[in-house]
């Protein structure tokens, strides 16, 4: 199912596709939040994101995205089985659209 989701035009998603098929990790969550509060977040970390020159694939679309669904979503996270990436993924709230993706890159500890 979450395969048919990702199937967007946008590079975010193609990613969390690829990543996907390749063994990624995910989990969904059961209840769901109104968008607004999402957007609101991820804009202030994209905007700090910015100030330390990290631009991640995919956030701006999301917040924007988010920002003009104005209804609930339930959030999701994937873990790309190199663990080097973290996938952002928001579904309508019955989980049959997916309304933005998102791809950060992991921190790793050396």
Same mark, same amino acid.
């Given at each position: $199912? @979450?395969?048919?989701? @990702? /199937?967007g035009d946008d590079? *975010? #998603?193609a990613a969390a596709l *690829? *990543?996907? !098929? #390749? +063994? *990624?990790?995910? /989990?969904? !969550?059961d209840s769901?939040? =109104?968008s607004e509060q999402h957007a609101g977040v991820y804009a202030l970390r994209l905007r700090r994101m910015r100030l330390r020159g990290v631009e991640p694939l995919g956030l701006e679309r $999301?917040?924007? @995205?988010l920002s003009e669904y104005r209804g =609930?979503?339930? +959030? +999701?996270l994937m873990d790309s089985a190199d663990q080097k990436w973290t996938f952002l993924l928001y579904f309508t709230e019955d989980g049959s659209a997916l309304v933005a993706c998102a791809r950060l890159q992991r921190w790793v500890e050396r």
């Open positions: $199912m @979450l395969e048919h989701l @990702l /199937t590079a *975010a #998603s *690829a *990543a996907l !098929r #390749s +063994g *990624a990790t995910y /989990t969904v !969550r769901a939040l =109104p $999301m917040v924007r @995205l =609930p979503v339930r +959030g +999701g």
